[in-house]
T-cell receptor, first 114, second 117 residues
Framework: GAGVSQTPSNKVTEKGKYVELRCDPI?????LYWYRQSLGQGPEFLIY????????DSGLPNDRFFAVRPEGSVSTLKIQRTERGDSAVYLC????????????FGPGTRLTVL | AQSVTQLDSQVPVFEEAPVELRCNYS??????LFWYVQYPNQGLQLLLK??????LVKGINGFEAEFNKSQTSFHLRKPSVHISDTAEYFC???????????????FGQGTILTVHP
């Protein structure tokens, strides 16, 4: 079956612009995670959804970052007033139920803020 | 809070040699432990995980890892590597709160394994 997909694969934007990054999880997975991976670093947790609700958004760095999952499937990560420091690969993962279940990762969206 | 330290940023090795990638973690609560692999231009893929039970865990592609609670380590090993094992490897932990862990992963910085012919 299809894995986790993310669009776009690459996004180049200018400082101050608004961007949206999309994640399509594996069908039927109720848990969805967003991570951010900066160059030379491991992924860092941003937010976790269980169904439609954000169960843990403790990793969002500031209020410029926001994520939604209105129907409990597709999720969108939204970044307002982008800064050069937001440049990174944004990873999405999904799992059947959360907890200790295996997380399946998408290929990521590489965001470059000029 | 949890933290993960991968002690080697790069590990070069010759084909068919054994390899060990080191991982230590810090946590005030019990944790689940994971190793992920990232091949060039691909997403992270789970190699193996430790949840409970036997401390020796076997994963895909001939990899195994051993959980050592006293040393807070979860080193990854393979007795004989192939060129195709060249990739970046990440150790990760999540909080084990009696089954109520949300699965939030804390990753190490990664180890780049390069297998030479």
């Amino acid at each position: 079956g299809a894995g986790v997909s993310q669009t776009p694969s690459n996004k180049v934007t200018e400082k101050g612009k608004y961007v949206e990054l999309r994640c399509d999880p594996i069908s039927g997975h109720t848990a969805l995670y967003w991570y951010r991976q900066s160059l030379g670093q491991g992924p860092e947790f941003l937010i976790y959804f269980q169904g439609t609700g954000a169960a843990d958004d403790s990793g969002l760095p500031n209020d410029r970052f926001f994520a939604v999952r209105p129907e409990g499937s597709v999720s969108t990560l939204k970044i307002q007033r982008t800064e050069r420091g937001d440049s990174a690969v944004y990873l999405c993962a999904s799992s059947s139920y959360g907890g200790d279940d295996t997380q399946y990762f998408g290929p990521g969206t590489r965001l470059t803020v000029l | 809070a949890q933290s993960v330290t991968q002690l080697d940023s790069q590990v070069p090795v010759f084909e068919e040699a054994p390899v060990e990638l080191r991982c230590n973690y810090s946590s005030s609560v019990s944790v689940y432990l994971f190793w992920y692999v990232q091949y060039p231009n691909q997403g992270l893929q789970l190699l193996l995980k430790y949840l409970s039970g036997s401390t020796l865990v076997k994963g895909i592609n001939g990899f195994e890892a051993e959980f050592n609670k006293s040393q807070t380590s979860f080193h990854l090993r393979k007795p004989s590597v192939h060129i195709s094992d060249t990739a970046e490897y990440f150790c990760a932990v999540s909080k084990n709160a009696g089954g109520t862990s949300y699965g939030k992963l804390t990753f190490g910085q990664g180890t780049i394994l390069t297998v030479h012919p």
